[in-house]
């Protein structure tokens, strides 16, 4: 059974940082994109930033210059360092796993996206 946690949520001032990680877990064979999207209070799901396996990187325009992902694929794992937060930044965040495929039983899956449960993300004064 594949499960996605997160870790590193809180918080933080205007202009603070936070560190965001996301592990993934189960026979897992491969995971194309892992990446991080947001939903704030009355809003839509938005994506973050993703990043793919061999390391190609987008990011959402209001985020640029400040957030930066990264992934460890050994470990399946993502991480997001968030610069200067801002008060809009202020959101729940979830991890996303993309086409993840496992193997149970010699049997390799096809892909499916996996999410995390959210992790909060404070940024007031």
């Known amino acids: 059974q594949v499960q996605l946690v997160e870790s590193g949520g809180g918080l933080v001032q205007p202009g603070g940082s936070l560190r965001l990680s996301c592990a993934a877990s189960g026979s897992i064979v491969s995971i194309y994109a892992m990446g991080w999207y947001r939903q704030a209070p009355g809003k839509q799901r938005e994506l973050v930033a993703r990043i793919t396996s061999g390391g190609i990187t987008n990011y959402a325009d209001s985020v640029k210059g400040r957030f930066t992902i990264s992934r460890d694929n050994a470990k399946n794992t993502v991480f997001l360092q968030m610069n200067s937060l801002k008060p809009e930044d202020t959101a729940v965040y979830y991890c996303?796993?993309?086409?993840?495929?496992?193997?149970?039983?010699?049997?390799?899956?096809?892909?499916?996206?996996?999410w995390g449960q959210g992790t909060q993300v404070t940024v007031s004064s």
């Open positions: 996303n796993a993309e086409r993840l495929r496992t193997v149970v039983d010699g049997i390799l899956s096809s892909g499916f996206d996996y």
